[in-house]
């Protein structure tokens, strides 16, 4: 608890604001937060099962012929697993056993992508997170060479 005056008034606050009116508890509220967000997503990365590059799709088509049932809207099903690798589209066709069997290591796989992505922006906002907090540090150090 720091009581500090505010436009006149005493006020109680738990926060421990600076010099500069920064709250470094705030952040270092933030880094425990982050770190185990971190954690968690470290985890998930070490895992074992194996991961399948690519998305699995149901493509429902009509051939053209006439007198087919797709014709009468019973649509012809091909199952696929697209990855488009550095840009080139790569289909490749499934069965339905195949199909069940990829569904969850594509799925873990396209889930590892997206926590990749996170696990960049974690590392900026934990970067300037520390930043911030040495700042702070730093602005209290400075009244030991006063
Ligand atoms: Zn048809």
Same mark, same amino acid.
């Given at each position: ?6 436009? #006149?008034?005493?006020?109680? *606050? ?15 509220? @933030?880094?425990?937060?982050? $770190?185990? $967000?971190? @954690? ?5 990365? *070490? #895992? ?24 009468? #809207? /019973?649509?012809?099903?091909? +199952? ?19 199909? +069940?069997?990829? /569904? /969850? ?26 930043? @911030?907090?040495? /700042?702070?540090? +730093?602005? $209290? ?6």
């Amino acid at each position: 608890m720091s009581v500090r005056k505010e436009s #006149g008034r005493k006020v109680t *606050s738990s926060a421990e604001i600076d010099g500069a009116g920064y709250d470094p508890s705030a952040d270092r509220q @933030r880094l425990d937060r982050l $770190e185990a $967000e971190f @954690r968690d997503i470290l985890a998930s990365f *070490s #895992g074992r099962r194996p991961l399948v590059r690519g998305r699995l799709k149901r493509l429902r088509r009509r051939c053209g012929k006439s007198g087919c049932r797709c014709q009468r #809207g /019973e649509l012809h099903e091909t +199952l696929v697993l697209i990855d488009r690798r550095s840009g080139v589209r790569r289909v490749r066709k499934v069965v339905p056993g195949e199909f +069940l069997r990829l /569904e /969850e290591p594509a799925r873990s796989w396209q889930r590892l992508r997206r926590l990749r992505a996170r696990l960049s922006q974690l590392h900026r906002e934990v970067l300037e997170c520390c930043d @911030r907090l040495t /700042e702070s540090r +730093l602005r $209290e150090g400075s009244r030991l060479l006063r």
